[in-house]
T-cell receptor, first 112, second 113 residues
Framework: KAGVTQTPRYLIKTRGQQVTLSCSPI?????VSWYQQTPGQGLQFLFE???????NKGNFPGRFSGRQFSNSRSEMNVSTLELGDSALYLC???????????FGQGTRLTVV | GQQVMQIPQYQHVQEGEDFTTYCNSSTTLSNIQWYKQRPGGHPVFLIQ?????EVKKQKRLTFQFGEAKKNSSLHITATQTTDVGTYFCADGRTGGGADGLTFGKGTHLIIQP
């Protein structure tokens, strides 16, 4: 089985721009979660999607949004980028969101 | 929201020495998961503990879940250079619309040969 695939791997954006990140989960997994990882805050939960519905949401501003498609692929969008949004964004898939999470390699976003 | 505290933040050991990281929660956990992240890599699932007092072993790694299900530990016996990385505990999701995984800040294991 192929693992979780995230694209792109690296991204440089300017303050004020918006960005879309993509995640393809393991085949058969219907739950996709997104996390932000920074040296200061560690791994923080952004949101979880299950069968195209956002099931849970972390404590992030509305500039962070996401969606899931019928094939379970997911995208997350960050609008009006700020310098503090620079981070590694990790996507994880699981069977039902209640068991072990399989992480992708992440997208390293740098905002300048 | 629920918080999971993890200590120590950094641990330097000589190769061959043992290593332990601890995870504590102020509230009862339904289950706890452990992940390892190598430098430059992504978190990789190690194990999930569910039962009070549970102990599980994976070769040189021993995982424990406290009797009150408020704490957990990961112990590595005779560390090797391949053990280098950051070890995270995570509050497993309780189901029924609970939050996503809540991670501890992690323990960075540095091994000196």
């Amino acid at each position: 089985k192929a693992g979780v695939t995230q694209t792109p791997r690296y991204l440089i954006k300017t303050r004020g721009q918006q960005v879309t990140l993509s995640c393809s989960p393991i085949s058969g997994h219907r739950s996709v979660s997104w996390y932000q990882q920074t040296p200061g805050q560690g791994l923080q939960f952004l949101f979880e999607y299950f069968s195209e519905t956002q099931r849970n949401k972390g404590n992030f501003p509305g500039r962070f949004s996401g969606r899931q498609f019928s094939n379970s692929r997911s995208e997350m969008n960050v609008s009006t980028l700020e310098l503090g949004d620079s981070a590694l964004y990790l996507c994880a898939s699981s069977n039902n969101g209640r068991t072990e999470a399989f992480f992708g390699q992440g997208t390293r976003l740098t905002v300048v | 929201g629920q918080q999971v505290m993890q200590i120590p933040q950094y641990q330097h050991v000589q190769e061959g020495e043992d290593f332990t990281t601890y995870c504590n929660s102020s509230t009862t956990l339904s289950n706890i998961q452990w992940y390892k992240q190598r430098p430059g890599g992504h978190p990789v699932f190690l194990i999930q503990l569910v039962k009070s007092g549970e102990v599980k072993k994976q070769k040189r790694l021993t995982f424990q879940f406290g009797e009150a299900k408020k704490n957990s530990s990961l112990h590595i016996t005779a560390t090797q250079t391949t053990d280098v990385g950051t070890y995270f505990c995570a509050d497993g999701r309780t189901g029924g619309g609970a939050d996503g995984l809540t991670f501890g800040k992690g323990t960075h294991l540095i091994i000196q040969p």
